[in-house]
């Protein structure tokens, strides 16, 4: 396959049209825990506010300076973090990773969504900026627990 043709299945109808329609951005005004997270690759930078109730996400912003694919991930995330514990937030981060890094398989429901971002396993330039929002709302819930 050619390089422009792994472009464009890589930067698929899917991933444009998550990367435009990502749930909860901007910022909230009193979070328990705020992380930014920045890949020094490519510069995209995500910072993430959340609030936990009884150990599960109820309250959750976000702020993404990324990449088409940096922004899909950042919509999928987005779509389910509500709810959510700090757990399963560690545990999807883990999964995505290994899904781009070491062909694992797409994290489970409710995290699925990252299946659009199967073709960015040949783009590990890519890779630290799709784990940025996940990571930051692993990290951020983490410490919103404690």
């Known amino acids: 396959m050619s390089e422009t043709s792994d ?3 890589l930067y698929s109808t899917r991933i444009l049209a998550l990367a435009a329609e990502i749930p909860h951005l901007g ?19 995500v910072t993430v506010d959340l609030s936990l109730k009884d150990g599960r996400v109820v309250d959750f912003a976000q702020e993404v300076k990324a990449c088409a694919l940096g922004q899909a991930s950042a919509a999928v995330l ?8 700090p757990e399963e ?5 883990s999964a995505l990773e290994s899904m781009l890094k070491q062909d ?6 409710p995290f699925d969504g990252y299946e659009a971002l199967l073709p960015a ?6 890779h630290a900026s799709i784990l940025l929002s996940v ?10 627990a404690a």
């Open 7 to 9: 472009l464009i299945k």
């Open 27 to 45: 910022r909230l005004g009193a979070p328990q825990a705020s992380v930014k997270k920045r890949s020094p690759l490519c510069g995209s930078t």
């Open 78 to 85: 987005g779509e389910v973090v509500i709810g959510r514990t």
């Open 89 to 93: 937030l560690e545990a999807a981060a």
């Open 104 to 109: 694992g398989p797409v994290p489970p429901a």
């Open 121 to 126: 396993r040949e783009f590990k330039n890519r």
């Open 135 to 144: 990571q930051a709302a692993a990290e951020a819930a983490r410490q919103a």
